[in-house]
């Protein structure tokens, strides 16, 4: 009986730990007005989202790939065909590769829309509070889907150019652990295991 309730003990604490977002948390620091200027810029767009390729059918073979692949976790058709959507085209227009982004959500949020961390960063990219004050505006939701991923993206692309093209620091930059292999290991990891696209002929 003690074996048993042990086993019980352990599904819960398994199945607890497996709503708790990896709570990325970055760290505020002061932008200049010309980085704020252009960040404020990119947040501010309205264009609707689209598949950026050349031609339908390589949007609609990458929709329908990526698609069956979060079926499990995102159930709705509808609702998944936007967010994948929405994450190829911010990420697009943010110079960053949809699929990559993809594995930093499956790490930052498991694709939770309304996840939030103990630092209270908040939805599928984990987006900490203070950025609507520094590059948004304060009735901005970061719940909402589309503006969390734009928020998310604009970032990123932020810390990439502030290192230089290196994305394994921009990705520690990212979740507030610079010079920690931790955290750019598990989102590279993820992007190459669960989202990795390799162009098929079509």
């Known amino acids: 009986m003690l074996r048993d309730l042990k086993i019980s003990w352990l599904i819960c604490l398994g199945a607890l730990v497996s709503n708790i977002s990896f709570a990325g948390s970055q ?11 252009m960040m404020q810029r990119s947040i501010s767009d309205k264009a609707a989202p689209k598949l950026a390729f050349t031609r339908a059918e390589e ?20 609702y998944r065909e936007d967010l994948l959507r929405t994450i190829h085209y911010e990420a697009t227009r943010s110079g960053l590769d949809p699929q990559m982004v993809l594995g930093l ?3 930052e949020s498991g694709f939770n829309k309304y996840a939030l961390s103990s630092a209270g960063a908040r939805g599928f990219m984990q987006v900490m509070p203070f950025w609507l004050r520094n590059i948004g505006a304060s009735d901005h939701n970061l719940f909402q889907l589309r ?3 734009r928020y998310g993206c604009t970032i990123l692309r932020h810390y990439i150019n502030i290192e230089h093209g290196d994305l394994y620091r921009a990705l520690g930059r990212y979740n ?10 598990l989102v590279l990891g993820a992007w190459r295991k669960n989202w990795n696209y390799p162009q098929k002929d079509i």
């Open 105 to 107: 959500i499956d790490v």
């Open 147 to 149: 503006t969390n991923l």
């Open 176 to 185: 507030g652990s610079l010079g920690q292999s931790n955290y750019p290991n």
């Open 27 to 37: 760290l505020e620091e002061p932008l200049s007005n010309s980085v704020k200027a």
């Open 59 to 78: 949007s609609d073979v990458w929709l329908q790939e990526m698609s069956q692949r979060l079926k499990s976790r995102v159930p709705n058709n509808t």
